[in-house]
């Protein structure tokens, strides 16, 4: 079946560090991927998605490639903030299906 | 634009009580409705999904039911909660089922439900 696996946390950096999230994923056909942000005590918000090979899904600084030959989607940030705190969750959707499937999630702190 | 209601935010209930949560959705007609579950420190469960007024599909066996009584409400239910139904309740729509994977999901505030 469908699964997503995220590195575990938790990730901490320091403010302004580069931020790198690991995300693969085994699924049929072309499924499109998305990245979920969960800042404390709140529900998720779409970051970033991207819908088909070598595409590359950006949003506040965030970006994520579609790698179809590697089955990744590794979230990246150049320079973190303390803001940015918060679990991250990598996500599929698999062609024809309607339920998204997601990692476990890794939580990132980011320290001043 | 759209926006997504839950409610409660919080609920702390006894083993045996029982339970009714409730999603709307506002500025779209038809939009899809899906309930997910995420456990203490791991990824999210769907439990729900339901394309239109009246019609629930489950993904997972358990004790937990959801009805679509109007086009944008959702709700979940239990007769007898569990301790194992503890939990963080995401409620989220995505826009009419048109067989492509570019549909996007978008999630509520979400409910955390304590069972003593």
């Known amino acids: 079946g469908d699964s997503v696996t995220q590195m575990e946390g938790p990730v901490t950096l320091s403010e302004e560090a580069f931020l790198t999230i690991n995300c693969t994923y085994t699924?049929?056909?072309?499924?499109?991927l998305f990245w979920y942000v969960q800042y404390p005590g709140e529900g998720l918000q779409l970051l970033l998605k991207?819908?088909?090979?070598?595409d590359k899904g950006s949003n506040k600084g965030f970006e994520a490639t579609y790698r179809k030959e590697t089955t990744s989607f590794h979230l990246e940030k150049g320079s973190v903030q303390v803001s940015d705190s918060a679990v991250y969750f990598c996500?599929?959707?698999?062609?024809?299906?309607?339920?998204?499937?997601f990692g476990s999630g890794t939580r990132l702190q980011v320290q001043p | 634009s759209q926006t997504i209601h839950q409610w409660p935010a919080t609920l702390v209930q006894p083993v045996g009580s029982p339970l009714s949560l409730e999603c709307t959705v506002e500025?779209?007609?038809?939009?899809?409705l899906y309930w997910y579950r995420q456990a203490a420190g791991r990824g999210l469960q769907l439990l729900f999904y339901?394309?239109?007024?009246?019609?629930i599909s489950s993904e997972v066996p358990q004790n937990l039911s959801a009805s679509r009584p109007q086009d944008r409400q959702f709700i979940l239910s239990s007769k007898k909660l569990l301790l194992s139904d503890s939990g963080f309740y995401l409620c989220?729509?995505?826009?009419?089922?048109?067989?492509?994977?570019?549909?996007?999901?978008?999630f509520g505030p979400g409910t955390r439900l304590t069972v003593l």
């Open positions: 699924a049929t056909g072309y499924p499109s």
């Open positions: 991207a819908t088909k090979a070598d």
């Open positions: 989220a729509w995505s826009p009419t089922w048109t067989g492509g994977g570019t549909d996007t999901q978008y």
């Open positions: 996500a599929l959707r698999a062609t024809g299906r309607r339920a998204l499937t």
């Open positions: 500025g779209t007609s038809n939009p899809n």
């Open positions: 339901s394309v239109g007024i009246g019609q």
